[in-house]
């Protein structure tokens, strides 16, 4: 729904499970080859949805489809009830905050200043006013609060990874959408990006996750969509779609599918030969 306050418009909340965005028939093509072939993907509020997929399925085409930054040659794309177009960037900015997989900063800002760019959408207006409580708190989200005066040239790739989500998070956009968010981390840093996506899903958000670890999506996400030569082959819970013979075909290597012990999330282990046999 769209606030009628004056200025830009401001998205109002909406119910669990609204379709947030929604991908129609989404046919992508660089030159003569088809990436994407006939998507339809719907992001709801309140779960994390992680699009899994071998390297080259399109996957990071698709979720540039999502934030309306690629152009379909046929298909729809639509957020909050309207097309892209109907949006400009700023009320764009309030509805989606995307991160990227680098994310490259030419001046000398601090780790600080980084995090405080995801308020830029919302200046001079009401909600303003709670730009340092909202960065304050995803920053200590991202642990990254112990350099806030640092540049952020300065930083390690995982330290920048996890600034730039600060950044996305202090967004307080309906949809965060994250392309490989934990490639740069540790198991730590790794599980505590995943709890956060789910924290933020839990407050009526929707979260799309693009990431190449199966056991992260199987693990945190409500649904997944596993792609494949530019199609969603399959969509649903990763306890339905995490099976060893989809898995095993859409890879092209043998795995097994095991429940992990304590939570009973599907674990993917690769089929390999013992050391022995190794020669």
Same mark, same amino acid.
């Given at each position: ?19 947030? @965005?929604?991908?129609?028939?989404? =046919? ?105 409580? @909202? =960065? ?26 996890? =600034? ?46 693009? @990431? ?42 043998? =795995? ?11 674990? @993917? ?11």
């Amino acid at each position: 729904m769209i606030s009628l306050l004056k200025g830009p418009r401001r998205p109002s909340p909406t119910a669990l499970g609204t379709h947030l @965005i929604s991908v129609r028939d989404a =046919v992508v093509e660089f030159g003569e080859r088809r990436v994407l072939d006939g998507i339809d993907l719907d992001i709801r509020t309140g779960e994390v949805l992680a699009i899994v997929g071998p390297n080259g399925a399109g996957k990071s085409t698709l979720l540039n489809v999502i934030t309306g930054d690629a152009e379909v040659v046929r298909g729809t794309v639509a957020v909050d009830g309207a097309a892209w177009h109907a949006w400009s960037g700023r009320e764009l900015a309030m509805r989606r905050a995307v991160l990227l997989q680098q994310v490259d900063v030419s001046f000398p800002f601090t780790a600080l200043e980084v995090a405080e760019m995801g308020r830029s959408p919302w200046a001079n207006l009401p909600e303003s006013e709670h730009d340092d409580r @909202i =960065v304050a708190g995803a920053m200590a989200r991202t642990e990254t609060r112990a350099f806030t005066a640092r540049r952020y040239s300065s930083l390690s790739g995982g330290e920048r990874a996890r =600034v730039a989500l600060s950044r996305v998070l202090s967004q307080t956009a309906a949809a965060m959408l994250l392309d490989e968010p934990t490639a740069a981390l540790d198991i730590r840093h790794q599980e505590t990006v995943l709890r956060t996506a789910r924290e933020y899903a839990k407050t009526g958000c929707a979260v799309v996750v693009i @990431i190449h670890d199966l056991d992260l999506a199987g693990a945190y996400a409500d649904r997944v969509a596993v792609l494949s030569d530019g199609r969603i082959v399959a969509d649903g819970p990763p306890e339905d779609v995490f099976t060893a013979g989809l898995l095993s075909h859409v890879y092209d290597y043998p =795995v097994t599918v095991v429940p992990d012990p304590t939570t009973g999330a599907p674990v @993917i282990v690769p089929v390999r030969s013992s050391k022995k046999e190794t020669p």
